[in-house]
């Protein structure tokens, strides 16, 4: 990776680990650097605009009433915000045992066209819909897990990297997705924009509470919750994150590497596909094109801005997902292109990366020894 | 299938080979000179995007083609340095980096790319290379773009000169060993920044001849994935640019299998044969990974393949 050599790092005595305890530059660090990037990425965003001849001023204003000023915008934020949890959750689990896995897109399509094509012969059964809700929510699960596994099996069995497949099974999800749309599932009724048959109005997924808001965002928040459980808390994510840290130490403790890996990709591929379940059974009502609607990439950068962890996934993608609900209001009132929300990402992404350079070098902060983390 | 199909869809993947392989091939010299210093930039799918759409625009305004092609390059070399700059400092991971580019690459492209949608730009001139041929399908097929030839040359001059030259050794001892290329006083920083803005430039011209050539128009979906598969090609070619021509000729022809099944009537399951890259990617992925040769052509310094 960076070619700079860390210091060596020794085992902490019990003065150290003591001192550890203590709110230092280890629990700081973690929530100033990011929101420092945050901030650095608006200062660069705003060069940007000035250099078109823009206001960043009304810019971020635009962003703020469009994101959060009102109920009405946040609700549209939280709308966004679901899907954004759960391929968030997607990216992070993964790297936790140090995958780079970006298949979450073709996940969520395939699983969200299952949940569509499943659920009619149900209901033609007989069953009743709160039984087909939660049926067509596991076999979207259980396609994404299978999706994604592959990615994880293949690095696995083969040692392909996880980055490069995952990315070119996107795209091969979304061949065959396109291909099953236009072709065998394809409602004869959908002229210009092929789709699968509309699920009825009892196989829709409500909002909450008068809301406009569905459910998939208190489900995100539970499995966000539960993940989060999972991953500090159980000898599961113990087990992964060892694998994560150092792959032959954790080899060389006899810990099933290869079942460790898969899990997490099944558990990603689970997720995405219960984001592709709620954005047809909430939002489209029907498989087509929309579905591909670039979430599963979007889910990396919350990811990466949440530092791979779990919890911090949701205001993580509430954040983001307020950037995406007033990129409609922006484009409007400043006569910018909709690629304006994609370079401001972007550039949010970058800084964030780069502000990965300063931990353990706060020039403000004192550090101990071996507490160099890299 | 008749006989004459069969010819059609032949010549056409033939055709087919040569034009949809150059932007493969440049982007995969670029990565294959940016590999070979240790670093892996998987970012070029961005330049490819935006180096399109820059040769696009400059070929618009100012009604040169070549033009286009070098302010491509120029928007690749920006976008690549500015990957090696960033990947030079400690702590930095590279291959989220290269994500990070990508969708800047994209972002820039489809932001600045928005006016240009519709007009129709001035495109390179190919060079008609089957005047020997009465047939008409073999003169389409052999309507050569010069920057193919030019690609070919480039892979010759790489080839030679990783080899033979002073350059091409520092570059390949700092992607074998940093540690001894920092003992024989070498600036491992410099090295690999200029080979990562190298490639990124190479990734740029791909671009250009994305959209002033083949398919020769502007448009947000321009590349789907094409400059990924180039890096998975170059672990394919083995670093070895001479591998890396033959390698994007065969990805050139499954690219080109979906148009010439479409262009005899066969529509069925077309998506299928437009995925045929991506398929022909990940099989040769699977197939080429643990082999023995090729962890040992690898740069050792190589994130990727540890």
């Known amino acids: 990776m960076s070619s700079a050599s860390s210091p060596e790092t020794t085992p902490p005595g019990i003065v150290t680990r003591l001192q550890e305890r203590l709110p230092e530059a280890r629990l700081i660090e973690p929530l100033i650097i990011p929101l420092g990037a945050l901030l650095a990425s608006a200062v660069i965003f705003s060069v940007f605009l000035l250099a078109l001849g823009k206001n960043p001023v009304t810019f971020f204003s635009l962003i703020w009433t469009g994101g959060f000023s009102s109920w009405f915008s946040v609700q549209n934020a939280l709308q966004r915000a679901a899907p954004l949890i759960l391929t968030g959750l997607a990216f992070a689990i993964p790297a936790r045992i140090g995958l780079t896995l970006l298949g979450a897109e073709g996940a969520l399509v395939l699983g969200g066209l299952t949940a569509a094509v499943v659920a009619l012969p149900l209901q033609a059964a007989g069953l009743p819909a709160l039984l087909i809700l939660p049926l067509m929510a596991l076999t979207a699960m259980a396609v994404g897990a299978v999706w994604m596994g592959l990615a994880g099996w293949l690095k696995h069995a083969r040692g392909v990297n996880e980055t490069i497949s995952s990315l070119l099974l996107t795209y091969i999800a979304i061949a065959i997705a396109s291909f099953l749309i236009e072709g065998p599932f394809r409602d004869p009724g959908s002229a210009n924009k092929p789709s699968t048959q509309p699920l009825g109005f009892d196989l829709r997924v409500s909002e909450m509470f008068g809301t406009s808001v569905h459910w998939g965002l208190a489900a995100g928040l539970v499995l966000a919750v539960l993940l989060w459980l999972v991953m500090t808390r159980s000898s599961f994510g113990f087990a992964a994150r060892i694998a994560g840290g150092n792959l032959r130490a954790a080899q060389g403790q006899g810990l099933p590497v290869g079942r460790l890996m898969l899990a997490c990709c099944a558990i990603a591929g689970g997720c995405a596909g219960l984001a592709g379940f709620f954005e047809v059974a909430a939002i489209h009502g029907q498989a087509n094109a929309s579905l591909a609607a670039g979430y599963g990439f979007a889910g990396i950068l919350v990811a990466f801005l949440a530092r791979q962890n779990p919890l911090v996934v949701v205001p993580v993608a509430v954040l983001i997902g307020a950037l995406d609900a007033s990129g409609g209001l922006v484009q409007r009132r400043m006569e910018m292109p909709d690629a304006t929300m994609l370079v401001l990402q972007a550039v949010i992404f970058l800084t964030l990366l780069v502000s990965d350079t300063f931990y353990g070098r706060l020039p403000f902060l004192t550090y101990q020894r071996g507490e160099d983390r890299s | ?306």
Not at chain 2, 4 to 9: G, M, Q
Not at chain 2, 138 to 151: C, D, I, R, T
């Open chain 2, 1 to 306: 299938m008749s006989l004459v199909d069969f010819l059609i869809v032949f010549y056409a993947m033939i055709g087919g080979a040569i034009r949809v392989s150059t932007p493969f091939l440049f982007v995969a010299l670029g990565e294959c000179l940016t590999e070979k210093s240790g670093r892996i930039n998987l970012g070029l799918e961005g330049n490819l995007i935006f180096g399109a759409m820059v040769a696009y625009a400059v070929s618009y305004t100012s009604g040169s083609p070549w033009l286009g092609v070098l302010a491509a390059g120029g928007a690749g070399l920006a976008l690549g340095a500015a990957h090696g700059w960033i990947c030079k400092l400690p702590k930095v991971n590279d291959i989220a980096v290269g994500l990070a580019f990508m969708s800047l690459g994209t972002g820039l492209a489809f932001f600045f790319g928005k006016p240009y949608i519709q007009p129709s730009a001035p495109r390179l001139s190919s060079l008609p290379m089957g005047g020997w041929s009465g047939n008409p399908q073999v003169q389409q097929a052999l309507q050569v773009n010069p920057l193919f030839f030019v690609g070919i040359g480039l892979a010759v001059v790489l080839w030679w000169a990783l080899r033979n030259t002073r350059a091409g050794l520092t570059l390949r001892m700092v992607g074998d060993s940093a540690a001894s290329a920092r003992a024989m006083g070498l600036n491992i920083d410099l090295v690999r920044l200029l080979a990562t803005a190298a490639g990124g430039f190479l990734a740029g011209v791909g671009g250009a001849f994305l959209s002033l050539s083949y398919p020769g128009s502007w448009n947000e979906g321009l590349s789907s994935g094409q400059g990924l598969m180039a890096v998975a090609l170059v672990i394919f070619a083995r670093w070895n640019p001479l591998r890396c021509v033959l390698a994007a000729l065969l990805f050139g022809a499954a690219g080109a299998l979906g148009p010439s099944l479409q262009a005899v009537g066969l529509n069925w399951g077309y998506h299928f044969f437009n995925a045929a890259p991506y398929i022909l990617t990940l099989g040769i992925m699977v197939a080429s990974a643990r082999s023995k040769s090729a962890a040992q052509e690898a740069p050792r310094e190589l994130a990727i393949m540890k």
